[in-house]
């Protein structure tokens, strides 16, 4: 019987040089589902697919917390939710640990204006100071700062925040105790406590400006640069007359007020002398300003007080006499002898 034939597939050369060599893999890549299809992979500095780089934590950290000291973000606006969006793109998913980080550390605080949500970034020594504060006791504080230098009613604190009086009451406590906000009394309300940031100066809507002392009206203290007035009048220039910008740098050189008072409130004392009919204007000088001198004699004199012509924000109200005169606000009335 003659040998069966050779199996044309199966190698039969053995010699050395073929011994152990590897056949070669033409036109696929591992991992590959279809022969020429080369596989993706991730590059080592971190791009995928679409080359965008994927989050670095301290990277994606420190080009958030630069975007707040950029011209546009650094007056204390804020920075809106849309601008990050619009920043990051698709690396905004990857915002989350950062902001929940530096919102737990103090760092951050969001509000909202209209529909749109507004971060903030608080200094290191701001943040310091809420070291330990909860959510609630932020939020407090968050409704007081929206409330800038007028300040807020309790009552309005709570109906915002929606907290009990009980609870609310122990927050004010924790954050008067660090600094951070302050109660103040208005004058028009003084049974009523508002709160403000610690920092801040009250309005004068709220305290009554220079002329209350400790939210009362201080009589004495006007009296005395009522009288300062009346002595510059009937000196300086020899009498002849003085304007209120030479009146006003005469107290500032004298130094007769304990706070700095503006042109407006100079004004207002001159004006509580003209109605009580101590000055009156004489003439105008050649810039135009009005001149003062001290009254004529008269022989009546009106027998309400220079302080009950004025309403509590300070400026004047008509007067209606007995005999059906009125005398209108900032108008002149005296009468000759």
């Known amino acids: 019987m003659p040998p069966p034939p050779a199996n044309p597939r199966k190698r039969t050369d053995r010699s050395p040089s073929n011994v152990g060599a590897k056949r070669p893999r033409v036109g696929v890549s591992v991992g590959t589902s279809r022969p020429g299809q080369a596989r993706v992979k991730t590059d080592p500095d971190g791009k995928g697919r679409s080359g965008a780089s994927k989050a670095d934590p301290s990277s994606l950290r420190s080009e958030f917390i630069q975007i707040f000291t950029e011209p546009a973000h650094a007056n204390g606006n804020g920075v809106s939710n849309g601008v990050l969006k619009s920043r990051f793109r698709d690396r905004y998913v990857n915002l989350a640990p950062v902001i929940n980080e530096l919102t737990r550390n103090g760092r951050l605080s969001m509000s909202k204006v209209g529909d749109e949500l507004m971060y903030n970034l608080v200094s290191d020594e701001m943040a310091a100071k809420f070291v330990g504060l909860d959510v609630s006791a932020r939020m407090v504080y968050q409704v007081i700062e929206k409330s800038g230098n007028m300040g807020i009613w309790t009552k309005d604190i709570r109906m915002r925040t929606n907290f009990q009086t009980q609870a609310l009451n122990k927050i004010f406590k924790a954050l008067e105790s660090r600094r951070l906000i302050k109660p103040v009394k208005a004058v ?3 049974q009523q406590k508002r709160y403000m940031l610690y920092d801040l100066v009250p ?4 305290t009554g400006g220079p002329w209350y002392t400790e939210s009362e009206f201080d009589h004495e203290f006007i009296g005395e640069l009522r009288t300062f007035i009346m002595h510059c009048v009937r000196r300086l220039n020899g ?3 003085v304007t209120l910008s030479d009146i006003a740098e005469k107290m500032k050189q004298a130094n007769v007020s304990r706070v700095a008072l503006n042109l407006e409130e100079v004004q207002q004392l001159m ?6 009919y101590m000055i009156e204007q004489s003439s105008i000088n050649k810039n135009g300003e009005a001149m003062f001198v001290s009254a004529r004699k ?4 009106c027998d309400f007080k220079w302080w009950e012509v004025l309403c509590p924000d300070f400026y004047f109200r008509d007067i209606k006499f007995e005999d059906g005169v009125t005398l209108a ?3 002149p009335h005296h009468h000759t002898a």
């Open 329 to 331: 606000a900032h108008e």
């Open 298 to 301: 008269v022989t009546t004199m």
């Open 271 to 276: 004006q509580t002398l003209a109605f009580d």
């Open 188 to 190: 028009t309300a003084k």
């Open 203 to 206: 309005a004068k809507e709220i």
């Open 239 to 241: 009498g002849k007359g």
